[in-house]
């Protein structure tokens, strides 16, 4: 009884404390961007340039060596989302023939969790 009684009192506790719920699920990561056609080759997206569609954007995850590719949407979205790894990570984007305007790979870390990371790419 007298266990029970610490962790009824603990929990609020640990939520005042830290902001988090004794319980809170693990955070997860995102990776996203959009690959674009950068009309004027100046490296960012303008209103008038359209997003490319159907371009493979893929994700290596060196914690684990997994990788995974999807393909931009109509928009030229892409998404890695509900990430659970940590540590580096290596986003390319191809392509197709085109020439990149912006770099074709980029990098970053996932940290301890709940990064957002946002990464772009122009092609001609």
Same mark, same amino acid.
């Given at each position: ?13 640990? &939520? ?53 590719? &999807? ?19 290596? &986003? ?13 790979? &980029? ?18």
């Amino acid at each position: 009884m007298r266990g029970l009684l610490v962790v009824l009192v603990a929990a609020p506790l640990l &939520v005042t404390a830290t902001g988090f719920p004794a319980y809170a699920e693990e955070r997860t990561s995102s990776v996203s961007g959009v690959g674009f056609f950068d009309l004027n080759g100046d490296g960012q997206q303008q209103p008038d340039e359209p997003g490319a569609a159907g371009f493979t954007v893929s994700l290596r995850l060196t914690s684990d060596n997994t990788e995974i590719s &999807v393909r931009t949407d109509e928009n030229g979205y892409y998404r890695f989302g509900d990430l659970t790894q940590k540590g580096k990570y290596s &986003v390319q984007f191809d392509g197709g023939g085109h020439v990149h305007t912006t770099p074709w790979a &980029v990098g970053g870390s996932l940290g301890s969790g709940g990064v957002d990371a946002i990464h772009n790419f122009g092609i001609q």
